[in-house]
């Protein structure tokens, strides 16, 4: 079933322990889209500007990822830099320029409409909203947000909490969403603010999933209430951090808009799908490695991760 | 198989979100073999004051946890003061009184020379390395330590690394010791001073077991190359974590003495009933919750942890 993404799709100037790259191709939108294109369709809504290029296009259209609904637009696509000098963990910002995200109004193109699954990426919560407004009749609705729009942008964000069914999030923005620093009681509170299903981010610890009462979506066949973890494996070298959330949520949600039910066993492997690309994220700068990644070398790793914690 | 284990029998005052207790049972070798005892005998050997008395005996006793390689002197028990008020992850340590320890010289009563495991639980490692030399033919050695030893008595510290099995320290002493920063590099660095098998401890995220070449003991069936991760269950309530660590190693350690071959299976179970352990002692003040735990809510929250991450 196909996935219509909306987010960022930008350029990233990132310095990390093992080097500096200007201007690489980056956004939640374009890190989400590369991992989930190893499962299903993907579609993406977002704006670009001039600097946008072919070179770029070419990224997506590698990878059979749909590029209508990106808008081309006169001015320069959003710009990020950071970097992970101190905290391979914790991006330091040091720019943001949003350009012409400021006044980007999101279309759905008519070809997107019969997507079955929708992700929000990281945004401007108000776009976020408009774009699901566009969709109602979605199966399954997740996103994600950042500590920026937690903290400065809050009632727009508890507007679209309301509309989705998985929220993805790290630690830090789970405790900040919900006021409390005990990562269940944190939990809880999040999911009494509308989705069915929490899934934090841990970075190199890999991710936990909390589901509220009710099961996530009316399909699954049973319930699941304890919360599911799924581990990332230690790696040898990190490169590049960057997009390994956005990685991570690609994985999860391609991997389970790929199966046809969607089972508590389905969910469960779609954490350790999302587990994985995260992981092949952090090995090169950039979107890098999921440019030249195979599904074999996908699958190969998922089997690593479940051995890694596998008891019989 | 028995398990003898040396360090520190003490006495805490701990502050934590929860609230505060002044001078309760403590110590590494404590929590060690309260958790230890639920899976096989245990031995201790430590050093008291005048203010250990039949109270804290008791603790042990009701236990069956052999005594009589503590000696008891004039002076004061090992005293250590710390709070969790910022950062329940980690400690600040506001007092440490090292009393009676100042002059120890452990010796090994007769009746636990036919110990088959010997634990050297976090304390001076001079005293690590008398107590292992007493002991060359036990068949699995396994040791703690801290920053302070790690930073400021390095070279006693490598003389006891030599001599182990397996080292269980969490992330930070894992990355002090190797002086790096990636924990994968880390752990070959630590694997290269002496043990076979290096346990780091990650908190709430749970451990990781990393391998060298050789598999830990000539008695396991086959090498195990990739490292292995247990779990923790994320906790709706921290009261203290004070001897996470330590009940960890008692159920690592305690579980593997419990089993006649030392397969990568009983391994791995072991990592899973480490994480069990160190989760049930964060839910009371000091050993409260270790004191009246029963081996039925062992076995079925070690079952909720292997539910935690299983995909099949």
Redesign the interface.
């Known amino acids: 079933m196909a996935i219509t993404v909306v987010g960022s799709v930008a350029f990233d100037s990132i310095e990390t322990p093992a080097g500096r790259r200007e201007r690489c191709l980056g956004g939640a939108a374009t890190y989400f889209s590369l991992s989930a294109s190893f499962f299903t369709d993907v579609r993406v809504i977002a704006v670009v500007g001039e600097d946008f290029g072919r070179r770029q296009e070419a990224v997506f259209q590698a990878r059979n990822i749909d590029t209508r609904g990106i808008e081309h637009t006169a001015g320069k696509s959003f710009f990020w830099e950071g970097s992970y000098l101190e905290n391979?963990n914790e991006a330091k910002t040091h720019n943001t320029e949003l350009n012409v995200f400021a006044a980007f109004e999101p279309k759905i193109p008519e070809a997107y409409r019969d997507s079955e699954f929708l992700f929000l990426a990281n945004i401007d919560p108000v776009l976020q909203r408009r774009v699901r407004e566009q969709m109602p009749d979605v199966k399954l609705v997740a996103g994600d947000t950042m500590n920026y729009w937690i903290n400065d942008h809050r009632p727009a964000l508890l507007e679209v909490l309301k509309g989705l069914d998985v929220l993805l999030i790290n630690d830090t923005e789970a405790r900040i969403l919900a006021g409390n620093?005990?990562?269940?009681?944190a939990?809880r509170a999040v999911l009494a603010l509308g989705p069915h299903t929490l899934v934090v981010k841990?970075g190199?610890?890999?991710a936990?999933a909390?589901f509220s009462g009710e099961s996530f979506t009316p399909k699954v066949k049973s319930a699941q209430h304890?919360?599911?973890?799924?581990?990332a494996?230690?790696?040898?070298?990190?490169v590049d951090p960057t997009g390994a959330g956005d990685s991570f949520a690609g994985g999860f949600f391609g991997y389970l808009a790929s199966q046809g039910e969607l089972t508590p066993?389905a969910f469960?492997?779609a954490m350790?799908y999302g587990s994985v690309m995260g992981s092949f994220a952090c090995e090169r700068f950039g979107t890098e490695r999921l440019q030249e990644l195979t599904r074999k070398e996908i699958d190969d790793r998922f089997i690593?991760f479940?051995?890694?914690?596998?008891?019989?």
């Open positions: 391979l620093n005990n990562l269940v009681q939990a841990h190199e610890y890999g936990t909390f304890h919360p599911f973890r799924a581990p494996l230690p790696l040898e070298e990190v066993a469960r492997r350790f690593l479940r051995e890694l914690t596998h008891l019989d």
